[in-house]
């Protein structure tokens, strides 16, 4: 029975070694393996020429052939096509094409469709097709080198245009077309620079060829507006014949003609302001006033907005007492030339002393029993007359300020030219009334600033300025105040005037 038992056990024991060995693929004349799929690619492209060339509007294929070369089925296997450099110009599908499996030993075909655009360009392209299994196993890369060759173009047949081209001066005067024949126009302008930029722009529909300033070629740049340029010419004194030509490729040009009288410079130095509001004052026994502050801004911004007149140029003195008045007509006497211009305007209160025969301005720490702080006719003449100025123009919107003219009667008509009256050196003031009492609220100060914004003139002489609001304030003043304008007494005024130069 013991033996039964063993040999039992070694046949159960022989059973699993031997299914072991059929399980690793063991024997006892060696081992085994099954060999993996092993894939062989072939692609070609048909439909194109002998030196696969496709021409723009042209289709083609791609035959591809895929064989198993190993030893074992190969699953899931899929061809990717791509062509190098992407082009819209160039579609391919499918750009994957699907083949399945394939067994050992076998062959599959299919095919890709190439379509090339019509308006595509020349261009060399590589196509390159590779063979993909599922388990991951892959083909060699096989590369299709392909030529697109754009259409050939049809010859453009030239048809003569007969239109000029379309000429715009935009600068320094605005010139446009004239319809229906584009005919020359002339523009006739002043200027006191020793050249001028000329600025415009051509637009034909055949294409600008040459533009000409003056007999000279000069560049321009294609731009979505047309042909635009721009070039500088120089000024002789006196008059000025320029031309402006713009010429197509047909040779039809059209031109403008600009004459520029190039005159001296009339204006040379600057315009400074001494602007002086005084209306809180310290003594309890002199009378505040409300506007004179409000007043002075105003005249601030109009010098500053319509003339000549920069902010950095312009000294306002809100409630100024003695020392800071004298001290900043110290500064201005300093630094003005001969070719400069001075307006100096006062608001506040007034004061004239008929046994002295004088008149005076109160600043802020004016007192009303001592004169000490007061400033007096004479001293603003003699800064007026001690200011190295081309031309001075006091304002004063004060009480008795007449007293600071000739005895004689100060308004009267302008009688030269305005370059005359720039030319000559002059002292000249505008009072808000003779020697008497004006109001606090200034009917003097609204019509100066009204009509200083309503100037539409480049070159306004003051006495001009006065004359067209002097009835106003007479006609609209409580108490019937009567400006005054002429020369200060004894200052150098040579019978020329202000002039305001508008921007």
Avoid at 17 to 26: D, E, V
Avoid at 108 to 114: E, F, H, L, W
Avoid at 326 to 340: G, S
């Amino acid at each position: 029975m013991r033996r039964k038992n063993v040999l039992l056990v070694c046949l159960v024991l022989l059973a699993v070694q031997l299914s072991a060995r059929q399980i690793t693929g063991k024997t006892n004349t060696g081992s085994f393996r099954q060999q993996p799929p092993k894939l062989r690619l072939l692609a070609e492209l048909s439909g194109a020429s002998a030196d696969n060339v496709l021409n723009a509007g042209e289709k083609g294929a791609i035959r591809i052939e895929v064989t198993n070369e190993g030893g074992s089925p190969a699953e899931g296997v899929i061809v990717k096509i791509t062509p190098v450099p992407k082009s819209k110009d160039l579609t391919i599908l499918p750009i994957e094409v699907v083949i399945g499996s394939i067994g050992k030993g076998d062959l599959k075909t299919a095919t890709a469709v190439v379509d090339v655009a019509e308006t595509a360009k020349s261009q060399p392209t590589r196509i390159s097709v590779q063979a993909v299994a599922s388990s991951g196993i892959v083909s060699e890369t096989r590369s299709i080198n392909l030529i697109v060759r754009a259409l050939a173009k049809p010859p453009v047949v030239a048809v003569r245009d007969l239109t000029p081209p379309a000429l715009e001066i935009l600068e320094p005067v605005r010139l446009t077309p004239r319809a229906p024949k584009l005919a020359p126009g002339t523009a006739h302008f002043t200027s006191n620079a020793s050249s001028i930029t000329i600025k415009g722009i051509a637009r034909d529909s055949v294409g600008v060829a040459l533009i000409y300033v003056n007999g000279d070629e000069v560049k321009f740049d294609l731009t979505s507006q047309g042909a635009e340029f721009a070039t500088t010419a120089l000024l002789a004194m006196g008059q000025n014949d320029l031309e402006v030509r713009a010429v197509d490729r047909f040779k039809n040009e059209s031109r403008f003609s600009l004459v520029v009288k190039r005159e001296e410079k009339m204006i040379q130095g600057g315009y400074y302001a001494l602007v002086i509001a005084v209306q809180d004052y310290e003594d309890a026994n002199v009378n505040s006033l409300q506007y004179p502050i409000q007043d002075g801004q105003n005249l601030v911004s109009t010098l500053s907005t319509y003339y000549n007149f920069e902010e950095k140029d312009i000294s306002f003195l809100k409630n100024p007492n003695r020392n800071t008045i004298i001290k900043t007509f110290d500064e201005f006497a300093k630094k003005l030339t001969e070719e400069d211009n001075l307006l100096v305007f006062y608001a506040g209160h007034g004061y004239w002393d008929e046994r002295l025969k004088q008149g005076y301005w109160l600043p802020v720490d004016a007192s009303r029993n001592s004169r000490t702080e007061w400033i007096s006719n004479g001293t603003i003449r003699d800064y007026v007359a001690g200011m190295a100025t081309k031309h001075t123009l006091l304002v004063s919107d004060a009480c008795f300020s007449g007293g600071i003219f000739k005895t004689r009667d100060a308004f009267s008509k302008v009688s030269a030219a305005t370059r005359e009256l720039y030319r000559l050196p002059s002292r000249k003031a505008m009072t808000s009334g003779a020697l008497k009492e004006v109001p606090d609220k200034s009917i003097f100060v609204e019509y100066l600033i009204k009509r200083l914004r309503e100037n539409k003139d480049p070159l306004l002489p003051a006495e001009t300025l006065f004359a067209s609001f002097r009835q106003a304030v007479i006609n609209n003043s409580p108490n019937s105040q009567i400006p005054q304008y002429g020369e200060i007494r004894e200052t150098g005024d040579e019978g020329g005037d202000f002039i305001f130069v508008r921007k």
